[in-house]
């Protein structure tokens, strides 16, 4: 079973990192009216080049049954929720070309991740309706994608 844990830079850090405004902007812009938050996550194309895709997910609930994760070996995937609602994270460091012993986090309302290129991580999971996301990754020649099913499906919950 894997417990859910709240979603935090420190945590979340080995796999990818958290795009959210938090502290202090980096710089104010438009006559002092808009924060900037500047250079948040590390992008990672390779040979490729960036490319916004929008997803549509259904939503899905807990406990959740995680039977599969997948990784992306040539480039970053970064995961930008188009509404105010939590979703579903889960990770898991490499171990010799399978998951390791995955980690779920849920995010807080306007967070976003962006997984590190190679990472592994589950399915898109958005807890609500809509599920519209703004997905920035890799477009471009070769295979980017690699899944890997569980034996045991596992059970994510709070």
């Known amino acids: 079973m894997i417990v859910v844990e709240p979603l935090s830079q420190t945590a979340f850090a080995p796999f990818g990192d958290v795009l959210e405004v938090a502290g202090k902007p980096d710089k104010l812009i438009n006559q002092g009216l808009c924060g900037r938050y500047h250079d948040r996550a590390a992008l990672d194309f390779g040979a490729g080049r960036a490319g916004i895709s929008l997803f549509d997910a ?8 995680l ?3 997948e990784r992306h070996p040539l480039g ?3 995961f930008i ?3 105010h609602t939590p979703f579903l994270v889960i990770v898991a460091a490499d171990a010799g070309g399978r998951p390791d012993t995955p980690r779920a986090f849920l995010t807080q309302a306007g967070q976003g ?6 990472i592994w991580h589950g399915v898109l999971t958005p ?4 599920g519209l996301f703004a997905v920035v990754d ?3 020649e070769g295979d980017n994608l690699q899944e890997h099913w569980f034996d045991t ?4 919950t709070t």
């Open 58 to 65: 259904q939503p899905r609930s807990l406990p959740h049954r």
């Open 67 to 69: 039977d599969m994760m």
């Open 76 to 78: 970053s995937q970064a």
């Open 81 to 83: 929720p188009m509404t």
């Open 113 to 118: 991740v962006n997984y590190h290129r190679n």
């Open 127 to 130: 807890l609500h309706a809509p």
């Open 138 to 140: 890799r477009i471009g």
């Open 153 to 156: 499906p596992l059970t994510v």
